[in-house]
């Protein structure tokens, strides 16, 4: 089964990140950021080779819909 769509920043530069959609069959998420830079990644410490660490915005939390009260904001 495809992914949801739930969201992009509608504050994006370029319109296509960051993004939110959701699996419907498991409930996660799957989330599209920006890559933390060199210095960030040192603060977070040793990530997995199979695991990414990216930053997603706060304005956003509005798109999953726990926070929204069921829906996703308008896209």
Known sequence: MALEFLGRDPESDDGHSPTVWRDPVS????LQGWRLSD???????????????IRFPARMMGFFPEVSGGGPEPR
Request: proline share 11%.
């Open 39 to 53: 210095v960030e990644m040192a603060e977070v410490g040793e990530v997995p080779p199979h695991e990414t660490v």
């Open 27 to 30: 409930g996660d998420y799957v």
